[in-house]
């Protein structure tokens, strides 16, 4: 089965606030995260990556947080705007490198 | 830098018909992955190459599924004969030295 899945399927956030996207992992030994963002007929983009040896790290409007006690990893997207909307993906870095991706969470920016 | 192109977009065949997808990698990224992503769901590994050889086929269904990078640049997927299960995006991405991926927009496929 999947050993990395997201918490909500959908969140629906107006726009100008900030959104959070969790993502909850059962493997202990993963030491690199990657988040996606998919937008409709497109394959899925890098967004921001975080290995296991760090807790936070931060782009351009996303952070992404890791909790290693908890094996809970979040992205935070700072002030939503409409192109943010799309459907985000939480992958786990696995042998040779192949990753194993969670179900999705679907982000709607409400204007 | 080009990405990675898939063909064709989409595709609608009727069950026990076979159908063949096309990935062409970014230039110089020696592994290449095709991912099946089921409506709603996160992008399953079928296989990984790397050059031209298998490095994990586990998870493609052998006895309908198959793959080839003859020449270690592009690759094709083939399904023979298809199911209605089989109804999904399959996914392209290659991978150079670091860890990062680029995944190609994929091929919709329909069996009815």
């Known amino acids: 089965g999947e050993s990395v899945g997201l918490h909500l399927p959908t969140l629906s956030v107006q726009e100008g606030d900030n959104s959070i996207i969790n993502c909850a992992y059962s493997?202990?030994?993963?030491?690199?995260f990657i988040w996606y963002k998919q937008e409709s007929g497109k394959g899925p983009q890098f967004i921001i990556d975080?290995?296991?040896?760090?807790d936070k790290r931060q782009g351009q409007r996303v952070t992404v947080l890791l909790n290693k006690t908890v094996k809970h990893l979040s992205l935070q997207i700072a002030a939503t705007q409409p192109g943010d909307s799309a459907v985000y993906f939480c992958?786990?870095?696995?042998?040779?490198?192949?990753?194993?991706f969670g179900a999705g969470t679907t982000v709607t920016v409400r204007a | 830098e080009a990405g990675v192109a898939q063909s064709p977009r989409y595709k609608i065949i009727e069950k026990r018909q076979s159908v063949a997808f096309w990935c062409n990698p970014i230039?110089?990224?020696?592994?290449l992955y095709w991912y099946q992503q089921i409506l709603g769901q996160g992008p399953k590994l079928l296989i990984q190459?790397?050059?031209?050889?298998?490095?994990?086929d586990s998870q493609l269904p052998k006895d309908r599924f198959s793959a080839e990078r003859l020449k270690g640049v592009d690759s094709t997927l083939k399904i023979q004969p298809a199911k209605l299960e089989d109804s999904a995006v399959y996914l392209c991405?290659?991978?150079?030295?670091?860890?990062?991926?680029?995944f190609g927009s994929g091929t919709r496929l329909t069996v009815v």
């Open positions: 991405a290659s991978r150079g030295s670091g860890m990062g991926y680029t």
């Open positions: 493997n202990s030994a993963s030491d690199y």
């Open positions: 975080i290995r296991s040896n760090m």
């Open positions: 992958a786990e870095k696995g042998n040779d490198y192949k990753l194993s």
């Open positions: 230039s110089g990224h020696a592994t």
């Open positions: 190459f790397q050059n031209n050889g298998v490095v994990d």
